[in-house]
């Protein structure tokens, strides 16, 4: 059973990683971590909201797979809750950008810099719903 606050700290401490990476300019050649750490922090930032709008069970486990697409990401949570559609959208990226990160050749800058992007709006929109920063 995982609480908020570990979801919380789960994701400061992927945050911390990711910056770290942007700072050293290690990124690229990191970039299997990357993908990984930007899908973790996001299940996590996405529990953190569903927690606090009371819509899943502590023992409720937001897991990467449910977005392999918006098919089965709608079917995963059918109830309705802040920015719903543009979450699930930008969740179903992250495990793309996952996939195309961890899986495979190495991809260009570019590519590991969307996945980054991607992740810091999934934590802007959440931050906002929940009236924190994370």
């Known amino acids: 059973m995982t609480s908020p606050e570990a979801h919380k700290e789960s994701v400061r401490i992927l945050v911390e990683d990711v910056k770290e990476k942007l700072r050293s300019e290690t990124a690229v050649h990191r970039q299997k971590l990357i993908g990984f750490a930007c899908s973790e922090a ?3 930032l996405l529990a953190i909201l569903l927690h606090k709008k009371n819509l899943i ?5 937001v897991n990467h797979r449910f977005f392999v697409s918006t098919k ?11 920015s719903k559609r543009k979450l699930l959208l930008l969740l179903v ?3 793309e950008y996952k996939n195309q990160l961890c899986y495979g050749k190495p991809k260009e800058k570019g590519v590991v810099l969307k996945c980054i992007e991607n992740f810091f709006e999934i934590k802007k929109i959440i931050e906002k719903e929940v009236g924190e920063e994370i």
Request: charged share 25%; proline share 9%; net charge negative.
């Open 57 to 61: 069970d502590p023992g409720f486990n």
């Open 72 to 82: 089965i990401a709608a079917s995963k949570f059918d109830y309705d809750f802040p």
């Open 42 to 44: 996001s299940c996590d």
């Open 93 to 95: 990226n992250q495990e």
